[in-house]
């Protein structure tokens, strides 16, 4: 496994930057991310893992989900879903919630944009993540975004591999 994984901030603007690079189509991907079996398997940077509660791939719908630690540690987040292109793009509010999905206003909301696109060799995925203020960015990127996105992506990787 190659990680190609690329992960820019553009601090000025408030926004990461993400792009990652995949040998599969395009269709594969896209339903590795909007799919709630297929999410579990990867989102979670190892040794934690995800666990949807509830997930409405629409717009306007949403995905609530925990991230457990190997101590049982429980993280609960949200995507509210705003628009959605099959196949080429979605966005997405992300929040940190309880599990009854009530924002947590102790955390930043971040303004996901996910985009899919074919390549010669697959496929590539490129996510803006934008923010409201600069302390939110440096924030997040404090608690280890980068790190484990890089390795939820990996995990999505070797999934897409092996189906």
């Given amino acids: 496994m190659t990680n190609n994984t690329v992960i820019t901030r553009d ?11 995949f040998n599969a189509p395009v269709e594969k991907v896209w339903k590795s991310w909007t799919d709630a079996g297929l999410l579990d398997k990867w989102w979670a940077p190892k040794p934690w893992r995800a666990e949807t509660k509830k997930l409405d791939f629409s717009a306007g719908g949403s995905w609530l989900y925990a991230m457990i630690g190997p101590d049982g540690t429980t ?6 879903y705003l628009e959605i ?13 309880d599990e009854n999905g ?18 010669n060799t697959g496929s590539s995925v490129g996510v803006e993540i934008r923010f409201d203020k600069e302390a939110d960015l440096n924030r997040i990127v404090d608690m ?3 790190a484990g996105f890089t390795m939820g992506l990996g995990n999505l990787e070797v999934l897409l591999a092996g189906q």
């Fill in 11 to 21: 601090v000025p603007n408030k926004k990461l930057h993400v792009t990652r690079a």
């Fill in 75 to 80: 993280a609960w987040c949200k995507l509210e």
């Fill in 85 to 97: 292109v099959p196949g080429q793009y979605f966005t997405s509010l992300n929040i940190f919630c």
């Fill in 144 to 146: 280890g975004f980068e």
């Fill in 102 to 119: 009530q924002a947590n206003p102790d955390f930043p909301v971040m303004h996901w944009t996910v985009r899919f696109q074919a390549t």
